[in-house]
């Protein structure tokens, strides 16, 4: 049996069904049941649990050999505490898992380091691995789909801006990779046959910057490259403020997520990644018209 936190979230959600149509026995477990209808629908079982009141967490993990951890505080509303709160999560759950036999703990984490988010994720790794349970660490570059945050937050700037203010940021280098890449990567870490307790860098086979990935949005789209303004003083925060009046990404959200777009986010050691039967290969072009379009059916 298969547990995954963090269920309701978009990766979280996509994995639990990609599980279920394996016909893997899942479970689902969520803060708030009630939003998780459509995982019951698919076929998972739904239980409450929160990784932060650790009582929730023993009755929901019982009897699962592979634990999926797809929780981030993010920092949602602007709360700046949520470092804190991932690392006291993080314990919470790898206490758990141990206690009542979790064979493996899945986790799914950032490339790169440097900022207050990315640090975040990769002490919530560490945190999770300093538990008695083998923990595979996932560590992707930027996600491409409709629900990923950093997507949007890209998305809406291209359709809404001829005319950029961008930070250096945009030079920097990524290896962005397809959800249903990530997904696929993911899923299989629940063969416990395969030597996964371990890092496993994961990327698409295109590396770009972020500034030819929103030029790469824009063709994808059918649109003109916007013109790019490079400041280098606009700061996170200015940054933050500004998508945040020019799109729907929540400023709480953005700007710990602009924080990291000044960090290298590119695989420098593939070799995990080669133990995967799911080896990213969509190309970045057609994981951003494939994103797009569906974001554009909301527009």
Known sequence: MIAVAGSTGYIGGLLSRRLASDGQEVRALARSPERAGDL??????VRQADALEPETLGPALEGAEVAYYL??????????DFAERDHRAAENFATAAAEVGVT???YLGGLGEGSKHLDSRHATAETLREGEVPVSYFRAAAVIGAGSESFRTVFYLVRRLPVMVTPRWVATRTQPIAVDDVVGCLAAAADLELPLD???QIGGPDVT???????ELARALGRRRPLRIVVPVLTPRL???WIGLVTPVDAG????????????????DPAAMELLGAKPETPLREALRAAASRLEQDY
């Open 209 to 215: 910057t972020y500034g030819g990935m929103i030029d």
């Open 40 to 45: 019951r629908d698919a076929g998972c079982e």
């Open 71 to 80: 929780v981030h505080s993010m920092g949602r509303g602007g709360d700046g």
């Open 239 to 241: 940054s933050s403020l």
């Open 104 to 106: 493996r703990i899945v």
């Open 253 to 268: 959200v953005a700007k710990p997520l602009i924080e990291g777009l000044s960090t290298e986010t590119v695989v420098n």
């Open 198 to 200: 371990r890092e496993i």
